[in-house]
């Protein structure tokens, strides 16, 4: 294959390297003020911490909710909330982009010569969310042993995947939010109650949802994909038969989908932008 | 004492008309509120019906209007605080307020009831119709319940603002109030009822809220307007917030009589 003359060709380690130097940069710069990114860590510790409080106080008064024991909730909450903060740690401040745009800043990243969403994505990764992180990995562990999962290559492959995939469908949640915000200027509000509204269902048993509900948060916002789907059958739970067991295995098409919407949303929002005016 | 009256009708209209200038911001609030709305209610539904029958006082009903009241409320009561006045301690243009003639927790109080007016008319209206045309709610069971409800929710946004007006005013001390506003949160989120009813966790959380404000920013108007308390239960509610209105107001008056001796401007 023929290279254009003078144009050198660059490996994909050499591509990535921009990146990872403002990553590297990033994360020195919030391990720098010590005391301040401890609080941090608490702070997100806690807020994991009183997200669990609603399960336990649901199942202080009954037994089984939503079809589910108080282990395979658990279980439920957990995995959601790991996808989640996952997602939130790597693309989470796709939310500050309202600032961003109103501060005319978002002019800098259409001049560099990297796609813009590449810059955005790697131009933040918040190691505060580890507080979070830990709480939901503490509580997988907890919820699984409760449940007494009977463990099988088929099932690990399944948990490993749904990380994956879920921690995929919330980013893509969060860069359709993004893109979202160049139309919207200044009604961030629309879009919360898609991320976070979108990790709160993804926390329940389904069943709790009236249908039309319930279809929503499977097949429009597929975030039923990221918990409660596996979770059936990770631990062998006959379900209620809304949706057949097998498609817990199909939530990387979910995120697949999710991702081509994001990528849509996402290149109509920045092809949309004219300038902060200036 | 007119004078005082007057200013202060006017720093509530000013922040009656500021809100009113983010039309979509409204728009924004009111869909994310339903769309908790939605699930907060399912969970509660389902719960009660697990449960098989009231669940600590609430039957469907009453806990599906106990939700969508307090999604509803969201944007009247400031429950999540405000960083305004510790930002300005920052800045040192807290200076400026100390040296105004008015009160300045008179100032921003003023200025969250007109921010709350907004909130009820362009948000929690709206919401609460959005909640009752998706779910069967209770209504408060007369107009004496109904009246002392509004009372409540006033009471309500009160304690919210003084409660964090203190908050913010521990910068002049602290500086970075960034870890004690989110424990504020996070912890205010569990006390107030806004996850679950109260009385729905043990016994003991019920107890360590009750010697806080919290419970007073939003358990007690929703329990009055859900209906699950009524007479002189519901008054005993308001006479507690009355009671916090009156501790959080002396707790603030001295932290600001304490803090003008601490301010510190920079520069200039």
Known sequence: MAEPAGRPTLSVGERLRPYRVILGARMRAQRQYRASFVTDIVGTLLVGVTEFAEVWGVFHNVPVFGGLTYGQAIVVFALSNLCFSLADMLVGHLDTLPQVIRAGQVDAYYVRPLPVLAQFMTSDISLRRIGRLAVALVLLVVGLAMAQVAWSPAKGALLVLSTVSGTVIFSALFTVAGGAQFFLINGPEFTNGFTYGGSYSAQQPQPIFPDPVRIFWTFVIPTAFVAYLPTIVLLDLPGDGFVPRWLAWASPAAALASCALAGLVWRFGTRHYQGGGG | MTRVLRTTALLVRSGFRQQT?????????????????????????????????????????????????????LGTINLWGFSLVADRVRSGDIAVDFLRPVNPMLVYLAGDVGRAGVGLVARAIPTLAIGALLFDLAWPPGMPSAALGLLSILLAVVVAFLG?????????????????????????????????????????????????????????????????????????????????????????????ARGRRRVEVQGG
């Open chain 2, 21 to 73: 200038t983010y039309r979509l911001a409204l728009l924004a609030g009111i869909s994310t509120n339903s769309v908790f709305g939605i699930i907060r209610a399912a969970i509660a539904l389902a719960t009660v019906a697990s449960a098989g029958a009231a669940v600590g006082g609430y039957d469907a009903r009453t806990a599906a209007a106990f939700v969508w009241w307090g999604q509803a409320l």
């Open chain 2, 164 to 256: 964090a007006f203190s908050l913010n005013l521990s910068a002049l001390w602290f500086t970075e109030i960034r870890g004690l506003r989110l424990a504020w949160m996070v912890v205010g989120g569990v006390l107030c009822g806004l996850y679950l009813p109260l009385p729905w966790f043990p016994g003991w959380v019920q107890s360590v809220a009750s010697c806080t404000p919290f419970p007073s920013m939003l358990q007690h108007p929703l329990d009055i307007l859900s209906g699950r308390i009524a007479g002189a239960d519901a008054v005993s509610a308001v006479v507690s917030q009355l009671f916090w209105v009156l501790v959080l107001t002396v707790v603030g008056q001295w932290v600001l």
